[in-house]
């Protein structure tokens, strides 16, 4: 399974930014996919997840109310739309799958994310002041 994570950029705080995270190989074209991100200095963490389904979406505490998770009409990409930016989401953002159909985003959410099975190259989020 191959990931292209792409839609990252400079936004100035209160801006927007929506960010694609598009899946191709594999068998089903459709996964468990979590956005995470890494700021400078910092270990990585988990933003945003959807289950297999997309019944089901976690957001950290910290981005819940502003930013969205959701799938492409294709199933094969996922997105994350981030509203009301703040400086303090500048990171590195990467999606990743979990191939686990069953898992419910809550559960994606306290999956540590070495236990993830595909990665993205990332993408840079800057937010200024």
């Known amino acids: 399974v191959q990931l292209q994570a792409s839609g990252g950029g400079l936004v100035q705080a209160g801006g927007s930014l929506k960010l694609s995270c598009a899946a191709s190989?594999?068998?089903?074209?459709?996964?468990?996919t979590g956005w995470f991100r890494q700021a400078s200095g910092k270990e990585r963490e988990i933003v945003a997840t959807?289950?297999?389904?997309?019944?089901?979406?976690y957001y950290t505490d910290s981005v819940r109310g502003r930013f969205t998770i959701s799938r492409g009409n294709a199933q094969t990409t996922v997105y994350l739309q981030m509203n009301s930016l703040k400086p303090e989401d500048t990171a590195v953002y990467y999606c990743a799958v979990l191939d686990s159909p069953g898992a419910t985003a809550q559960d994606m959410g306290n999956t540590p994310s070495d236990e993830y099975d595909y990665w993205g190259q990332g993408t840079q989020v800057t937010v200024s002041s």
């Open positions: 190989g594999g068998t089903s074209g459709r996964y468990a």
């Open positions: 959807i289950s297999w389904s997309g019944a089901s979406t």
